[in-house]
């Protein structure tokens, strides 16, 4: 991503996050993004094309990194738990981005089908290695869809928790308890 897009990319998430979808313009972004509103348009058509390029890079930087991570380690349980906690970190470090995901998720607009598809792509990914691990004998024997939805809100409740709480954890108390409440509750003896 050169670094017009990039300006642009961070600036929408930016603007999204504070204003919501509907109250974002082209114009606030092009100023968030300290770039002429021509330069944006340059690039993007409109607003909905905006969005679908951070979700689609956000999304896919998520799930380059959950490979990478999958593939330097033998070990599937350490494998999940390299993953989730990779995911809370994130979920920590890119509360904006989470924050326009959870308020766009719901809907029947094609921007929000996408979205839930792209979030769903994620999920399965998830689901694999869950499954990965309960062959191994790593984790309970659980519906591994479900319980990939389940460790997924479990992390985006790190968002939530950082929005409303004044006093919040920092990251590494926030990784360290929810790595504690997920495996004690799903690991078999470890």
Not at 61 to 73: P, W
Not at 156 to 166: F, G, N
Request: proline share 1%; charged share 25%; hydrophobic share 40%.
């Amino acid at each position: 991503m050169n670094k017009t897009k990039r300006a642009i990319y961070n600036a929408s998430i930016e603007v999204f996050s504070r204003l919501g979808y509907n109250k974002a313009t082209m114009e606030l972004i092009a100023e968030a993004a300290n770039v002429s509103k021509g330069t944006l348009y340059y690039h993007f058509k409109n607003k909905e094309e905006i969005f679908n390029f951070i979700i689609y890079n956000g999304m896919k930087s998520i799930v380059d990194r959950v490979k990478e991570l999958a593939e330097k380690e033998d070990n599937i349980y350490i494998q999940v738990r390299d993953i989730l906690k990779h995911q809370i970190k994130i979920m920590c470090e890119r509360k904006e981005f989470f924050k326009v995901i959870m308020s766009q998720i719901w809907g029947e607009e094609e921007r929000q089908i996408q979205l839930r598809k792209a979030v769903q792509d994620y999920l399965k990914i998830i689901e694999f290695y869950l499954n990965k691990a309960m062959e191994h004998n790593h984790i309970k024997e659980y519906n591994c869809e479900l319980l990939s939805y389940t460790v997924f809100g479990i992390l985006s409740s790190t968002a939530i928790y950082d929005l409303l709480s004044p006093n919040s954890l920092s990251t590494e108390e926030i990784t360290e308890q929810l790595m504690q409440l997920i495996f004690k509750g799903i690991t078999i003896g470890k």
